[in-house]
């Protein structure tokens, strides 16, 4: 399924006192940490991710992999688009940066995915359903936040 065709989930957004650039390369790093941790690969198998470990181009590229995600699109200081599936999912998180004024940038964060099936609507309850999946979210945002200023 192309990432346009996902079902729209939610989308969660930050204003960062810094340079479009300076926001990208945080944003790199801060996804580089967070799904290089040992939980981040042991989930992945757990669920049977496409992408279960890290492999690619860094800085991220288009084709560049880190657990539960594929880079599909990467224009930098621009668009992020990853893509991942598993049991109980297809799913898309798609960063989009922008200029907001001198040393400003907005970052947003919107995800689509589907569930298919009785076990991907319980999966859904537990993770969206449950506020789990916003809180994650903006915590990867602020932490974006705080590594780029």
Request: glycine share 12%; hydrophobic share 40%; net charge positive.
């Amino acid at each position: 399924m192309q990432t346009a065709e996902l079902p729209y989930v939610d989308e969660h957004a930050t204003v960062i006192d810094a340079e479009t650039d300076d926001v990208w390369r945080g944003l790199d790093a801060v996804l580089s940490r967070t799904f290089s941790r040992p939980g981040a690969a042991g989930y992945a198998r757990l669920v049977r991710c496409a992408d279960s470990t890290s492999r690619g181009p860094r800085p991220l590229a288009e084709g560049s992999t880190f657990p539960g995600f594929r880079v599909v699109t990467a224009v930098p200081g621009r668009e992020l688009v990853l893509a991942g599936r598993h049991r109980f999912s297809s799913y898309a998180l798609i960063f989009r940066l922008e200029d907001v004024g001198p040393g400003r940038s907005r970052l947003r964060a919107e995800t689509r995915a589907a569930f298919p099936g009785p076990a991907g609507g319980l999966y859904r309850r537990l993770v969206v359903g449950t506020g789990g999946h916003a809180v994650g979210v903006r915590r990867l945002l602020s932490a974006v936040r705080r590594r780029s200023e």
